[in-house]
């Protein structure tokens, strides 16, 4: 079946460092992919998504590149602030399909 | 406009007790999806809606657990006989329900159910 596999946390940086959170995925089918957010005391929201193959999703400083040779969607963000302190979801959704499957999350931890 | 919402916030029930959560989607949205967030398991699909109808329920754990959407609009996700393993975050999301695959689902604020 499908799944997501995300780096394990928690993440821990200094303000205006570089981030990445690894994504991996198995698929049957051809899925999109998603990044969703959970800030501190907050509900699920999508930070960003992409739905064909070398598509760049972007959303408030943070990108993920679609890339299907190597079945990944990894998160990236220049310089972090301690704002974007939350955990991390990937997730796809597969062919056909409207559920989301979901990796494990990744909290984050910016430190000032 | 008005998000998803969820209620109640906070649900704390004994053992063998049934329990019911609601949700209400955003207006439009005929596609409705309950999930379930716990420490143990991280997120899980539980049932999706589009309408009134379930073509996918294929995440139900056991079969004390049910929904239903009456109106193309609110659900009900009922647990009867409630265990301790039922202790979660239930998390109901909504969207436009037009594009497999590819469409946005937007999240409640979920229910926080704690069996006793």
């Known amino acids: 079946g499908d799944s997501v596999t995300q780096m394990e946390g928690p993440v821990t940086l200094s303000e205006e460092a570089f981030l990445t959170i690894n994504c991996t995925y198995t698929?049957?089918?051809?899925?999109?992919l998603f990044w969703y957010v959970q800030y501190p005391g907050e509900g699920l929201q999508l930070l960003l998504k992409?739905?064909?193959a070398d598509d760049k999703g972007s959303n408030k400083g943070f990108e993920a590149t679609y890339r299907k040779e190597t079945t990944s969607f990894h998160l990236e963000k220049g310089s972090v602030q301690v704002s974007d302190s939350a955990v991390y979801f990937c997730?796809?959704?597969?062919?056909?399909?409207?559920?989301?499957?979901w990796g494990a999350g990744t909290k984050l931890i910016i430190k000032p | 406009g008005a998000g998803v919402s969820q209620s109640p916030s906070n649900k704390v029930t004994e053992k063998g007790k049934d329990v019911e959560l609601r949700c209400d989607p955003i207006?439009?949205?005929?596609?409705l999806y309950w999930y379930r967030q716990s420490l143990g398991q991280g997120l899980e699909f539980l049932i999706y809606?589009?309408?009134?109808?379930?073509?996918?329920k294929s995440g139900l754990p056991s079969d004390r657990f049910s929904a239903e959407r009456t109106g193309g609009s609110v659900s009900t996700l009922t647990i009867q006989r409630t265990q301790q393993e039922d202790s979660a975050v239930y998390l109901c999301?909504?969207?436009?329900?037009?594009?497999?695959?590819?469409?946005?689902?937007?999240f409640g604020p979920g229910t926080r159910l704690t069996v006793l």
């Open positions: 999301a909504s969207s436009l329900g037009t594009t497999p695959r590819a469409d946005t689902q937007y």
């Open positions: 207006s439009g949205h005929t596609a």
């Open positions: 809606f589009q309408g009134n109808s379930a073509p996918d």
């Open positions: 698929a049957t089918g051809y899925p999109s």
């Open positions: 992409a739905t064909k």
């Open positions: 997730a796809l959704s597969d062919t056909g399909n409207y559920q989301l499957i």
